[in-house]
């Protein structure tokens, strides 16, 4: 068992979700007893910067992320994650068709999070890859089909006002995801 939890978030471009997603739960983690490892990444190619309504969003709320260069996600991003979390259901599918050992610990947020309601919390001392047997049980590949109401929002090329709608869906979502699993 690894000393550091390693959390992978995945998104399109990884230019707006996984990088609003990834800042939110970074500063709720920062100055825990207990390490983990926020990262993210994108299916498409890397090299990109967050537009700029994103990172006025997050500035508003006190994060940088004006310096934040898109990556695309690789098999070696999947083999380190402890706990892979698409922002919908198509980035979840490609971790698993990348690498489908990654399976058991590849979830959109939302999903795991409603299957957390459903299991109850992480209980103290317990692995999280025990938790997430618990909270995937009865899970099926094809729950990763399609699109659904467990996708976040991609506000990319719209109004401001879809990304601040994604950064407050976003807040919620990683609060939650630290009382459930992470706390």
Known sequence: MREMTAILLLCSANVCRSVMAQALLSARLAGRPAPVSVTS????PGG???PAEAVAVMAARGIDI???VSRRVTVADLAAADLVLGMAREHARHACVLRPECWPRAFTLSELLRRGRLAGARAPGEPLGDWLARAGRDRSRHDLLGSGPDDVPDPYGGPLA?????ASLLD??????VAQCLA
């Open 172 to 177: 919620r979502l990683t609060s939650e995801l």
């Open 48 to 50: 990109q910067q967050p």
């Open 66 to 68: 004006a310096g934040h």
């Open 41 to 44: 990444a994108g299916l498409l």
């Open 162 to 166: 879809g990304y601040q709608a994604t």
